[in-house]
C-alpha cells in the first residue's frame, strides 16, 4: 500500500512563492508519475503538473512559467515550487502517484491560500 503525504502549504501574498512537498511510502514500484492537481472551492480538479521517472516534465498553460515540478528519486518526493503566486492559485492541492498500467494513489491535499 502506498501513502502520499504532502507538506508545504500555507498562506502567501501575491507575488510570493511556496513550496510544495510530497513524499511517498510503502510498496511503491518503479517506474512511475508523480504530479499535482488542485481544486478550487466549486470548480473541480485541474491539473497542475507532472513529471515522468525520467524527469520529463508536463505543466498547465495557466502556470507555466510560474510553478516548477522536480522529483528526489532516492527520497521518492515530489516538489511543486511556486512563484509569482496570483489569488486564482488559491485551492487544495493533491499529489498524486501513478504508473503505467493506470493505478493511481492520492495525497490528503493542502490548502494553498494567496491573498491579494
Known amino acids: 500500500q502506498v501513502q502520499l503525504v504532502e507538506s508545504g502549504g500555507g498562506l502567501a501574498q501575491a507575488g510570493g512563492s511556496l513550496r510544495l512537498s510530497c513524499t511517498a511510502s510503502?510498496?511503491?514500484?518503479?517506474?512511475?508519475?508523480m504530479g499535482w492537481y488542485r481544486q478550487a472551492p466549486g470548480k473541480q480538479r485541474e491539473f497542475v503538473a507532472r513529471i515522468h521517472p525520467y524527469g520529463s516534465t508536463y505543466i498547465e498553460d495557466s502556470v507555466k512559467g510560474r510553478f516548477t515540478i522536480s522529483r528526489d528519486n532516492a527520497k521518492n518526493t515530489v516538489f511543486l515550487q511556486m512563484n509569482s503566486l496570483k489569488p486564482e492559485d488559491t485551492a487544495v492541492y493533491y499529489c498524486?502517484?501513478?504508473w503505467g498500467n493506470g493505478n493511481a494513489v492520492w495525497g490528503q491535499g493542502i490548502q494553498v491560500t494567496v491573498s491579494s
Open positions: 498524486s502517484l501513478a
Open positions: 510503502g510498496s511503491i514500484f518503479s517506474p512511475n508519475y
